[in-house]
C-alpha cells in the first residue's frame, strides 16, 4: 500500500483517468446521465495528455469519430448510456465488421427509453452482446468497485488492441458514482496493448489478410497505405464481396478470432466454493450486496460461495457447466428480469433462483440472504 497514491475517486473519474494511463488520446461523446462525468474529465484531461476531446452532435456520430479516429492509430474511446447505446449500435455493427479498435463505455441507468436517468440498472446485458443485427464479435466487461473500473478499462483497451474488436465497458450508476479510496497502480503494474501493425510494402498490403492468428494486422491511415473500410461482406483486400466461399470465410474468421482466445479473455472470481451447495452467480455493482450475502449466510452455518464475473461475453459457459456439476443450486441477483439469470441456466442445466429489482433500487444483501435460506431448504 503505497499512502502516497491514494486517491478518492468515483467510478466515472477512474474510467477516464484509465483510459488515459492505457494510451487513449482520442474521445468523441455527448453529455447522458449518469455517464456525463467520463466526458467532463476529459474535456480538461485530454489536452493536457496531448489528446483530443469533441463533443459530437449526438451519440450515432460519437461512435463515427472514434471509428474515424481509430483508423488513423488512436486509441479511442467514447461513454454514453442505455438511450445513447441505443442509437450507436449500427456504428458498433460496422467497427466489428471492419476489426477497428475502440471502447464504448456504457453507464447503464433504468430504461427502456429514457427510463430512469439517474437510478441505476443492469437492463443492457443482453443489448451489449446482441445489439447490433447480424453474427458478430464482441468484448463486454463488468467492474463492479472503482479499482476494478480502473483496472478494467485498461485492460478493455487491452481487448480491443489485441483483437481488433470494439470493446464495452459495462458499468451502471451506482459503480459510477460511488467514491470510493483506491491506490492508482504505478506504471509498471499493469500491461497496456498496441495493436499490431504491418511491416509489409504497402503495395502488398492486405487488410484483412487471413493469418495463423486470425487476426490481420493493422495499417494507420495517414502513413503510406491506402485500402478500403466497408461495412459490406468483404474479402482480404476489404473491398465488398458476394462470393459465398469468401463470405462464410470471413465472418467465421471474425467470430472466431475471439472464441479460440476465449482462455485468455474470459476473467471471473471465486469464493468459497469448495464446499459449496449453492452458488451466488453475480457481476457488477449486484456483486457488492452479494459478497456481503455470502459472508452472512457462512456466519449462518449454510455452505455458499460466490461466483463473480469480471467479463460477460465472452460468457463462461465451460466454466459454470464444470461447477454445475457438483454443485446444483444456484441464484443470479441482478438489475433486471432475467438476463444473465438465463445464460446461467443454459450453462449449467438447472433451475436458477433469481433476485430481481428493476425498480431503481440496488439489490440489498438481505434479499440475496433471503434467497440462500429459500433454496437451502
Given at each position: 500500500?503505497?499512502?502516497?497514491?491514494?486517491?478518492?475517486?468515483?467510478?466515472?473519474?477512474?474510467?477516464?483517468?484509465?483510459?488515459?494511463?492505457?494510451?487513449?488520446?482520442?474521445?468523441?461523446?455527448?453529455p447522458?446521465?449518469?455517464?456525463?462525468?467520463?466526458?467532463?474529465c476529459l474535456a480538461r484531461r485530454l489536452p493536457q495528455e496531448g489528446g483530443t476531446f469533441i463533443q459530437m452532435e449526438d451519440e450515432l456520430a460519437s461512435m463515427a469519430a472514434i471509428i474515424g479516429a481509430s483508423l488513423t492509430g488512436v486509441k479511442s474511446m467514447t461513454a454514453t448510456s442505455g438511450p445513447g447505446f441505443s442509437l450507436m449500435q449500427e456504428n458498433i455493427g460496422y467497427a466489428s465488421m471492419a476489426e477497428v479498435p475502440c471502447v464504448i463505455v456504457n453507464v447503464?441507468?433504468?430504461?427502456?427509453?429514457?427510463?430512469?436517468?439517474?437510478?441505476?440498472?443492469?437492463?443492457?446485458?443482453?443489448?451489449?452482446?446482441?445489439?447490433?443485427?447480424?453474427?458478430?464479435?464482441v468484448i463486454v466487461v463488468a467492474p463492479s468497485t472503482v479499482r476494478e473500473t480502473y483496472d478494467w478499462t485498461i485492460k478493455a483497451f487491452n481487448f480491443a488492441e489485441r483483437f481488433r474488436v470494439p470493446v464495452v465497458v459495462?458499468?451502471?450508476?451506482?459503480?459510477?458514482?460511488?467514491?470510493?479510496?483506491?491506490?492508482?497502480?504505478?506504471?509498471?503494474?499493469?500491461?497496456?496493448?498496441?495493436?499490431?501493425?504491418?511491416?509489409?510494402?504497402?503495395?502488398?498490403?492486405?487488410?484483412?489478410?487471413?493469418?495463423?492468428?486470425?487476426?490481420?494486422?493493422?495499417?494507420?491511415?495517414?502513413?503510406?497505405y491506402r485500402y478500403n473500410v466497408t461495412g459490406l461482406s468483404h474479402d482480404e483486400t476489404g473491398f465488398p464481396a458476394n462470393d459465398p466461399k469468401k463470405v462464410d470465410l470471413l465472418h467465421r474468421r471474425l467470430n472466431r478470432k475471439i472464441e479460440r482466445y476465449r482462455n485468455e479473455i474470459v476473467h471471473y472470481k471465486t469464493e468459497l466454493l469448495e464446499d459449496a451447495d449453492i452458488v451466488v452467480v453475480?457481476?457488477?455493482?449486484?456483486?457488492?450486496?452479494?459478497?456481503?450475502?455470502?459472508?452472512?449466510?457462512?456466519?449462518?452455518?449454510?455452505?455458499?460461495?460466490?461466483?463473480?464475473?469480471?467479463?460477460?461475453?465472452?460468457?463462461?459457459?465451460?466454466?459454470?457447466?464444470?461447477?454445475?456439476?457438483?454443485?446444483?443450486?444456484?441464484?443470479?441477483?441482478?438489475?433486471?428480469?432475467?438476463?444473465?439469470?438465463?445464460?446461467?441456466?443454459?450453462a449449467a442445466k438447472h433451475e436458477v433462483a433469481q433476485v430481481n429489482r428493476i425498480d431503481g433500487g440496488l439489490i440489498t444483501p438481505d434479499e440475496i440472504l433471503e434467497a440462500i435460506k429459500n433454496v437451502s431448504v
Open positions: 500500500m503505497r499512502e502516497d497514491d491514494a486517491r478518492l475517486m468515483t467510478g466515472n473519474e477512474a474510467c477516464a483517468e484509465a483510459a488515459l494511463v492505457a494510451g487513449m488520446r482520442f474521445f468523441a461523446g455527448y447522458i446521465t449518469p455517464s456525463s462525468e467520463i466526458a467532463e447503464q441507468r433504468g430504461g427502456p427509453s429514457t427510463g430512469l436517468p439517474t437510478l441505476p440498472s443492469q437492463s443492457d446485458v443482453m443489448q451489449a452482446r446482441w445489439g447490433t443485427h447480424g453474427d458478430h464479435p459495462l458499468l451502471d450508476e451506482i459503480v459510477a458514482h460511488v467514491n470510493e479510496k483506491i491506490i492508482v497502480p504505478t506504471r509498471g503494474e499493469f500491461e497496456v496493448i498496441d495493436r499490431d501493425r504491418t511491416t509489409q510494402d504497402p503495395k502488398d498490403y492486405l487488410p484483412y489478410a487471413l493469418t495463423d492468428s486470425d487476426i490481420p494486422p493493422f495499417a494507420d491511415f495517414g502513413s503510406g453475480a457481476y457488477g455493482s449486484t456483486a457488492r450486496s452479494a459478497y456481503r450475502a455470502v459472508r452472512n449466510a457462512r456466519a449462518l452455518g449454510l455452505k455458499v460461495g460466490i461466483f463473480k464475473m469480471f467479463v460477460l461475453w465472452p460468457f463462461p459457459y465451460q466454466e459454470l457447466d464444470k461447477l454445475a456439476r457438483r454443485v446444483e443450486k444456484f441464484i443470479v441477483p441482478e438489475m433486471n428480469l432475467g438476463q444473465i439469470a438465463h445464460e446461467v441456466t443454459c
